[in-house]
């Protein structure tokens, strides 16, 4: 296979032609570019654009197509705080996917590229703040081992952005296993016919999972590994704090990527509770309900594919009702393994259950920081936090060295540096107003999240109530 250069190819225009619009991006006025992201170009077989540095700004502003892609806007639909809505992108273009040396598949999207015929009342644009935003994040999960969208470039686009005060435009370059979501499948079974939502269904099997193609019913079969994939994903979030912030069904993507870096934020006082939306007034989508959220649109997932599980509807409610009544139990494996994890306890037995929610409740109690607790136990030092004067957490200590935690593997499951709320503004404070620096070191500490050196301690830290007032926004 040819390395180093456009390898698009368009397998999603080969869809009926219901699941998408043949739409190029809006050129954008001044197109200058802000990030790219050298590494990932390379593994892409893009490399060779650092040769074309004027042209990076044209390809990943819009203003110029790459050969070989046939933009698109996708179709979709989608619950959003529980409420169904048609959807589709508002403000994305898909140019194609890339396929990269090994012959990996990957979406090549840009997002903020103007209008499209989803645009509904929006302008079709996005903020530089907001997607220097989804970059750092997406990119530091990347770094702390979670499955995600990564991000290749930003580009100002010299235009306004109205969101009550005047912003500045850009565009983000989103890379993704692809970007089929339960509501795509919501689309289809509520505006598509059963051969189109078939179609969709088999080309999603082909691309994500073609392993289950032989199975004897690869429809459920589909919703069980989407399911597996989805626990897998939320557990991994609960590992390092991260709150997504809009888990709404047009948001989970059906190959088990974080997607939709909207008004996600990372927990450092530990509560179950803890939301940082500004939109989420019920607390919907806070810390601890994510499982609840993940098993809620799997269930309309399921519903969507209803029809393709069997022939008779009482049948095909069955098999799906059995199927999703597994998930309580198959997260609570996980989520315990994955603690069990970050605590080092290797062979667990039915009363170190006990012993995790006892920690839990010390922790949301005396409002400890999520992840700096578990450093601190590895390293056997006490914080400059009341839990560590507590006598109830001393004797828990002492239950903890009794089970003779693997110290080492502790290190591989806690990160030393997470995307801190107060340090991702001041990063995207100074980014919109022209100071890039401070966003490029904390992205590098980012890039290493497993391993710190003791100049970066300051970034461990929160100021003291700093959450207490802090806020994300959806659709900047
Ligand atoms: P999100 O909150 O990014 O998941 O977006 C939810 C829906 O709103 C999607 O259909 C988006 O394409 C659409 N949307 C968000 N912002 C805009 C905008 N500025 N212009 C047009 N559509 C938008
Ligand atoms: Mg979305």
Not at 35 to 54: Q, R, T
Not at 400 to 424: F, G, S
Request: glycine content about 6%.
């Amino acid at each position: 296979m040819k390395k180093n250069s456009w390898q698009l190819e368009n397998t999603y225009s080969e869809l009926p032609d219901t699941f998408y619009n043949l739409q190029a991006p809006i050129p954008v006025k001044k197109p200058e570019l802000v990030l790219f992201n050298e590494s990932l170009a390379y593994d892409l077989g893009l490399d060779f654009l650092k040769k074309e540095k004027a042209k990076i700004a044209d390809y990943f502003s819009g203003n110029k197509v790459p050969k070989g892609a046939t933009p698109i806007s996708q179709a979709y639909a989608g619950h959003q705080f529980g409420h169904f809505n048609m959807l589709g992108d508002g403000r994305a273009i898909l140019l194609g996917e890339q396929i990269d040396s090994i012959g990996n598949r990957f979406d090549i999207q840009l997002k903020g590229s103007g209008r499209t015929p989803f645009s509904r009342g929006g302008d079709g644009r996005a903020t530089l703040y907001s997607m220097l935003r989804e970059y750092l994040i997406s990119e530091s999960m990347h770094f702390l081992g979670i499955p995600t969208t990564r991000s290749l470039a930003v580009v100002s686009t010299g235009e306004q952005v109205y969101r009550g005060p005047i912003h500045e435009g850009a565009v983000l370059t989103r890379v993704a296993s692809s970007h089929i979501r339960v509501g795509t499948f919501e689309f289809a079974r509520n505006f598509g016919s059963i051969e189109e939502l078939k179609s969709l269904t088999d080309y999603t099997i082909q691309r994500h999972y073609p392993k289950i193609v032989k199975t004897e019913n690869p429809y459920l079969e589909l919703l069980k590994v989407v399911m597996y994939e989805q626990i897998d994903l939320v557990v991994n979030w609960m590992r390092v704090g991260f709150i997504h912030g809009v888990m709404n069904t047009d948001n989970m993507s059906i190959c088990g990527e974080t997607i939709d870096y909207g008004p996600c934020a990372f927990m450092n006082a530990y509560h179950p509770k803890t939301v940082f939306s500004s939109i989420d007034t019920n607390k919907r989508y806070a810390f601890v309900n994510q499982s609840y959220i993940a098993h809620w649109n799997l269930t309309i997932f399921a519903n969507a594919l209803l029809p393709l599980f069997s022939n008779h509807e009482e049948k095909a409610v069955k098999l799906a009702k059995s199927l999703l009544n597994e998930f309580q139990n198959r997260f609570l494996d996980q989520w315990y393994s994955m603690i069990f994890n970050k605590l080092g306890i290797v062979n667990p037995n039915k009363k170190d259950q006990v012993l995790v929610n006892d920690l839990l409740i010390l922790m949301e109690e005396y409002k400890t920081d999520y992840t700096q607790l578990f450093i601190a136990l590895e390293k056997n030092q006490a914080l400059d936090e009341s839990l560590f004067e507590q006598e109830e957490f001393k004797s828990w200590t002492q239950a903890w060295k009794h089970r003779n935690p693997d110290l080492e593997q502790m290190k591989k499951y806690n990160p030393r540096i997470i995307p801190r709320n107060h340090w991702v503004e001041n990063a995207l404070d100074a980014g919109v107003d022209g100071d890039m620096i401070p966003f490029k070191n904390l992205l590098e500490l980012l890039s290493n999240p497993y391993d710190s050196k003791p100049d970066e301690l300051i970034y461990e830290k929160t100021p003291v109530d700093f959450d207490a007032s802090y806020q994300t926004f959806c659709g900047t």
